[in-house]
């Protein structure tokens, strides 16, 4: 994964990356992204599905019996919305997290989740404080405008039916996100596309995200790796896909359909300044 998105960053449309802090290769990464400055490179914070950098034994109402992040965000989203988390642990991890990648050496543009899991105002509020003292300015924002693809496609993907239901229910939670993301001094997105067609992303269904991009500052969520034994090792659902997103990426009617629709490509950087 760390090979193709900076592949995709080199030679194709990718402009930012986030980085899980307490993953395997994220020292790799970290040199990576240090040998790269222009690529935006944010926190990838993990509180569902990993293992914590802080000690577990501070963390009793995010971890399991086993020390780890339960493995299911809808667990995950159950426990918060039934105030079950508590607020000062997700602080403390986040900030860890968050300071564990700066000390190595990496400016933190942005931070997003893992899951998505901040779009929740009562795991957000204590990210943004963390990010706050750690200096980081900028936070993902994980809506997708109402209509990112036409109902003609939709039909012809009747898997993604879901998932467009999904995300129309959270969004929901949108106004609470900016509220949150304003009072905390942050800056942000018009909103991302993309995640409703995670493991389907080709270039067909580029095209059709961004033939129906609105005006604003759009984030497309994208997931390229290689397909070898390494990616299969690890706990995933995305590695069929990861090969199809990097080809999508890097493909030369890829930069073209943008510079057709007018779309300038920035960095969680450029939208700090």
């Known amino acids: 994964m760390n090979r193709a998105i900076l592949e995709s960053h080199r030679t194709g449309v990718l402009t930012s990356a986030t980085l899980m802090a307490n993953a395997g290769a994220w020292s790799e990464a970290v040199k990576l992204a240090q040998e790269n400055p222009k690529l935006g490179v944010g926190c990838h914070v993990v509180l569902v599905d990993g293992a914590p950098v802080t000690d577990p034994a501070r963390l009793a109402t995010l971890v399991t019996g086993s020390g780890e992040f339960s493995r299911s965000i809808g667990v995950l989203a159950r426990r918060t919305l039934f105030g079950r988390i508590h607020p000062n642990e997700v602080e403390s991890e986040a900030t860890a997290q ?60 009747p898997g993604l039916w879901k998932r467009f239901v999904q995300a129309k229910l959270l969004r929901e939670l949108q106004p609470a996100f900016r509220r949150l993301v304003a009072r905390a001094g942050l800056r942000t997105t018009s909103g991302t596309i ?20 609105p005006e604003g500052t759009w984030e497309l969520v994208c997931h390229p790796g ?43 950087r450029e939208l700090e300044s």
């Open 98 to 157: 968050f300071q564990k990648l700066q000390k190595a050496g990496v400016t933190l543009t942005h931070f997003d989740s893992h899951k998505h899991a901040h779009l929740f105002p009562a795991l957000l509020e204590p990210m943004l404080r963390a990010a706050r003292a750690c200096g980081i300015r900028a936070v993902r924002n994980p809506f997708e405008p109402l209509h990112p693809l036409t109902t003609e496609f939709l039909r012809k993907r």
């Open 194 to 213: 993309g995640i409703i067609v995670t493991g389907e992303l080709d270039e067909q269904v580029l095209e059709q995200l961004i033939t129906g991009m």
């Open 226 to 268: 290689y397909d070898d034994e390494e990616l299969h090792a690890i706990r995933t659902r995305l590695w069929r896909s990861r090969e199809i997103e990097r080809q999508a990426l890097m493909s030369p009617e890829t930069r073209r359909m943008l510079e057709q629709k007018g779309v300038e490509l920035i960095s969680y």
